[in-house]
């Protein structure tokens, strides 16, 4: 059974927060990329890789969007990508809600 996630009066399995985050990012103008996971994926790989070029001055953002819906955590192989996502000078989001995205790109000024 899908879990669900209380959002205002609505409860959203992982599947529709992600379409709907998937679909606000689209309507704002970013590249949103969903991920598989498979088995050669990389072992813990986050959800959605969104891109989008704000223009020469501000250039490019690349960032690496893993949702979680309810309570469900981050496994330790999600921890190790973050981690490596880190390392490497890439961005990386734990989202758990349409809010908590908005939250981020305002805090970014990439709205």
């Given at each position: 059974m899908p879990k669900k996630v209380k959002q205002g009066?609505?409860?959203?399995t992982h599947g529709q927060l992600k379409r709907q985050i998937v679909d606000y990012l689209r309507w704002h103008k970013w590249l949103a990329i969903p991920i598989q996971q498979g088995a050669f994926s990389y072992h813990g790989i986050a959800d959605?890789?969104?891109?989008k070029y704000f223009g020469y001055s501000r250039g490019t953002y690349q960032i690496w969007v893993e949702i979680k819906a309810g309570k469900d955590k981050q496994s330790k192989a999600q921890s190790k990508f973050e981690i490596d996502i880190f390392n490497h000078g890439g961005r990386y989001w734990l989202v758990k809600s349409l809010e908590d995205l908005e939250s981020y790109l305002r805090d970014c000024n990439l709205l």
């Open positions: 009066k609505l409860a959203l959605l890789y969104i891109i």
